[in-house]
């Protein structure tokens, strides 16, 4: 049983969640920070609560899309050796695994009691996450279906703690919604004529890898201009800017590091670079909100 955990948390690569965890912890930062300065108490189990959700959401509608994926992986190069084309895993435990998921995830949202809307919005959500498995069968938007999915991590981290929508967190989530498209754009550079024999959509499989390229750039700076009004709208300070410019020279050394000549690089750019702007937007986000309340 623990070598069959082990290889499904490997299949769904549990840990890549904190691509998504460090921006709903840091909307989360925001929210309590607002609810400090209205004098309402912090609730000591919204933490562990906004943790669980999000392991327990990406995990399941990871799984899914292995699951949906399965044949096509089967036929790509790049990922015949995943765990299900070649058997490591059965298709019935990951199912079992998925169901695992979507109960853990639902039964998480309790712990925001008496605040029922993540309860109410844990089903519809769950939904969305899953239904970006089968996007690139229909549309070549795919790539923001999952900049979207990711983008309510923050939004609904918020929703969690106040009980309601505000710009700081829907300016966040869509900072990581172009963030997360302008990459899958880059990644999905790599499958451009796999995508085109078996009729997937895909903007490089459409458009080719230099015009998907410059898209994934504007992308970027999309995001950075959003990260800009967030730093104005949610009051931060010089730490958060700061931040904001080194996400910028990050960004600028992932597109340096991609060339539509060489593409050896991707899984550089992909998850060490995007690992170091998760994981160091949101230390400078609490830094600042700490340095704010001293």
Known sequence: MLSRLRHILEMIRFSHTLFALPFALLAACLAWRNNLLEGLPFRSQELPGIVLCMVFARSTAMAFNRLVDRRLDAEN??????????????V??????CLAGTVGFVASTLLFLPNRWPLYLSIPVLAFLCGYSYAKRFTSLCHYWLGAALMLSPIAAWIAIRGELAWPPVLLGLAVCFWVGGFDIIYACQDVEFDQSRRLHSIPSRIGVAASLKLALISHVVMLACLFALWQTAELGPVFLAGIIAVAALLAYEHWLVRPDDLTRVNLAFFHVNAVISVGLLVVGLLDVWMGNK
């Not at 190069?77 to 059965?90: C, D, F, I, Y």
């Not at 019935?92 to 695994?97: Q, R, Y």
Request: net charge positive; hydrophobic share 40%; charged share 15%.
């Open 92 to 97: 019935g435990s990951v199912v079992v695994f």
């Open 77 to 90: 190069p790049r990922t015949a050796k995943r765990h299900l084309p070649v058997g490591t895993l059965s």
